[in-house]
């Protein structure tokens, strides 16, 4: 008995790989059944601390031949990390014009650190690439042309997305209830998938409660690992597309309200949508179904949009008709509460929002109104009137206030981890902004204050603009900003209350 327990002990504090030659070696020296009883024991503990393997039939032999998965988590972070240094001084050495060598030195040894050091705090949301300055310089005051047009949709696109593992890969959704992906290279499309067909296709447990009405899209987001696509509309279904075998996979109900908007958490394992019944809901990505619902919105919750890197597990922002923007700490089972202010005292719908890091945000509101948020101020630092109004002279915008209606903000993007950020109105520009640090100094010029120093993070107008035809519902900027995708239509995102007939959509 004493021999066993001290067995038994050095077993417990032998290493995982101590333990595996420890069970080969019984393999050798034992056959038929002990070989066997330790084959159960030894997956048993495996499946226990999360590996997986196959079942030994008692030969005595090792049955994991994948070398791969005898790898453990340090030696994995190990390889990772040699396969990530050897990029990056590839990289660099491509820069310089030279080769790469094995082990840099001096002035080379220096710029690897600055890079490394860079691209950890970026990764964990503490630093910003600047790139607004580049391409401000690059623009000048000129005017951006269009590279190349798409028309997907048959009718006003309200949404899309870029995917993060194709640099050339749109997505993107419309009032006709397509969802569709565009070949930014080429200008070639490829629609996935209508509503009609997924109405025709529904079985019983897939249909919500506007089963056959409502078949417009009007959200969509796609997944960290580009393999999964999220879109919602009128139907208040959320369901989940699987990019690579080009199929509905889920298809989840619970809102009792317009799915307005919807967002992954930033590790992917979670997926948020945002209704027009005042609720914001968690859903699994991997069990696909309801995890749990926010309430706080007193009105219409109008957008939504993942907070950046570093900010941690479970937290998204959202805007509201109420007229307030929050920051949803999921896990804490905590909300901050943010009230728009603009020119006029009542304040304004919230309508559209984009984060740019772990704590800051930007959002648009119907009042023309473009504010920059972070987490550590109640008061945003705001732009009024962002958008040129459309005068009632001319005619090509109609239904409801033609002034309000113009510059009423239907969308803004960031450049991820950049100071770059972009925004979209019914006056026919996409204009482009610069994230302006604390201290710096102020111009007369269109927002960007009366002179002065600045005391806090603020916007600034960069000249350059596009012209569209059409409202500006949806924006997107690639990661090295240098491609701004613009989804517009004949409407506005979410309403008919404006129009303008000789636009396009697309």
Known sequence: NAKRARSAQADLEATPGQRRLSRRRFDDDNNGEGAARAGELWDAETEGGGGKRGVDDGGGEDFDDDESAKETVAEARLRMAKQYLAEVQAELATAAGGAAAEAATGEDARELARRLHDDALEARGYATRRVAADVSRRLGSTAMQPLRTAAPHHLSVTA???????????FSCAKDGSVARTDLETGSFDVLVTYASLVASAQPTQRGPLHGRGRDASALAIHPSGNLLAFAGGDHVVRLWDARGGTVVASMTGHRGRVTGVAFAEDGLNVYSCSADRTVKQWSTSQRSYVDTLYGHTSDVLCIDGCGAGAGVGRVVTGGMDGTTRLWKVAEEKQLILRSQGPSVQSRSVDAISSLSSSEWVTGSDDGTLTLWTSTKKKGQRVDMAHEVIT???PALFGGDAGSASAWVQSVTACPGADLVASGAGDGKVRLWRVGDAGDTLSAEHGGGSGGVAKSKHLVAIPALASVNGFANALAITRDA?????????????????????????
């Open 392 to 394: 009632p002279q001319q």
């Open 482 to 506: 240098t491609r701004l995708v613009c989804g517009i239509g004949q409407e506005p995102r979410l309403g008919r209350w404006g129009r303008i007939n000789d636009a396009s959509n697309g």
């Open 160 to 170: 899309l997305s870029l995917s993060p593992n194709d640099e050339h890969a749109c």
